[in-house]
């Protein structure tokens, strides 16, 4: 494996679930024009926060593919925050195992790569600034 591949794979992770909440703001658009929802307030709020979220991936997977490390960082945070989802959706009434372990997966995995990236990084500044 290359020092940049972790990068590389991880910013297409990221970017994979970037785009996977493009979808849901797509169906939740769908959802309000339809009129299929409990309240309007509540589901603009909530696409809008999807958009934010939606937005805030993307841009770090382009980050981490530049190898910028705010990119890197965010993108760690946001792993994070979806294995919490997962988490909750293993338990309460509308428990759904299944759906838990889709959504873990691939934050697992883009979480490791993103370590990995982070310390290909920090040993590539390492060693610059020793030949300097």
Not at 37 to 52: C, N
Not at 91 to 111: E, F, K, Q, R
């Amino acid at each position: 494996m290359g020092t940049n591949t972790p990068a590389r794979i991880a910013a297409i992770l990221v970017g994979l679930e970037g785009l996977a909440l493009v979808a849901l703001a797509v169906w939740q658009i769908v959802a309000i024009v339809q009129g299929d929802t409990g309240s309007i307030e509540s589901a603009l709020a909530l696409l809008v926060l999807t958009a934010v979220g939606a937005s805030a991936l993307l841009a770090f997977a382009v980050a981490v593919f530049r190898g910028r490390s705010w990119g890197r960082s965010g993108g760690i945070v946001f792993q994070v925050l979806i294995l919490a989802v997962a988490l909750g959706a293993t338990t309460g009434a509308y428990a759904h195992p299944l759906m838990a372990l889709a959504i873990a997966v691939p934050a697992i995995a883009a979480l490791v790569l993103l370590i990995l990236a982070a310390r290909d990084a920090g040993r590539a500044k390492g060693e610059a600034s020793e030949s300097s």
